[in-house]
């Protein structure tokens, strides 16, 4: 955070420190949560009803029941490395989004400044947000799907690697096949990240002035803006996960019996017969505690490397000067 606890993201750093203290938080945050992400995926891909035995008398992928459950049965079936799987395209997706997005959002809100009369700063934190969210969504989503797929496969490999899995979606699904989903991971995104930014951003001010240890009221008013942002979103974003893992390779993941969905009205309203409201917030708990850490890793993170840059610049032109 900034010396005088006042100044507001928009304001802090070159174009260029932006980006590389975004790219920067996103690498270190996606290495931190990769475990929780999938069990979130998992749980969220699960089709069958909990409730009802007889969902999944005929399914012959694992049963996930809760959080821990899932996470021992992963360790217990494929290994410590089978929470790590879909990471390399998620550490490429998460560099390239942190960048992309804290660049936008400093670029959008500096442009929103020279409007007359100026917007709140609450909606000038909401729009810069929302429209960073969808665009660095859309320019990463290609590397968002493999990591789907790759975090859905079991013990039974569906793609060999990371370029064996560009090269059969390609073949198989074509130029399309890279973005199934997108409409629900832009109308996630887009009030995610506006709800995001204007929560983090009414938070941090009066959090800067409680004197947390170790610059964490940057990583407190992470937490809190994630929780509720994310809760809000979340019916979306299962939905894009169930279409992310369509196509020909549909039933060769952990769960075999994954339907068939079609658009994102298509697919909320086929969740809606068969699970309920319910259905829609599968896998929200972990998701949420996935979140709440992974934000503040990111914001955190983001400020120091974002204070660091800054302060390695101010050094270089004092000695020029001297």
Known sequence: MSEEGEEHLKDEGSRTQVVIAGATAGLISRFCIAPLDVVKIRLQLQSHSLSDPLSHR???????????????????????TGLWKGNIPAELL??????????????????????????????ESFVSGAFAGGVATTATYPLDLLRTRFAAQGTEKVYASLLASVRDIYRHEG?????????AGVGQIVPYMGLFFSAYESFRTPLSGLSLPYGSSDAAAGVLASVIAKTGVFPLDLI??????????????????????????????????KDGVRGLYRGL????LKAAP??????????????????????AAEERRA
Do not use: C
Not at 58 to 79: C, F, K, M, N, W
Not at 175 to 183: A, I, S, Y
Not at 242 to 270: D, F, K
């Open 175 to 183: 130029g399309r096949g890279f973005f199934q989903g997108l409409g």
């Open 94 to 123: 998460y560099v390239l989004y942190g960048g992309i997005q804290f660049s936008v959002y400093r670029s959008t809100t500096l442009a929103l400044q020279t409007l007359t009369p100026r917007l709140p700063d609450a909606a």
């Open 294 to 315: 992974a934000s503040a890793v990111t914001m955190w993170t983001y400020e120091r490397a974002l204070h660091l840059l800054r302060d390695m610049e101010r050094k």
């Open 285 to 288: 708990t972990v998701s949420l």
């Open 58 to 80: 005929s399914d012959h992928g694992p049963v996930y029941r809760g959080t821990l459950p899932t996470l021992r049965a992963i360790l217990e079936q494929e290994g410590i």
């Open 240 to 273: 894009r996960k169930r279409l992310q893992v369509q196509g020909p390779t549909r039933s060769r993941y952990v769960h075999r019996n994954i339907p068939l969905y079609r658009g994102v009205w298509g697919t909320m309203r086929a969740i809606l017969q």
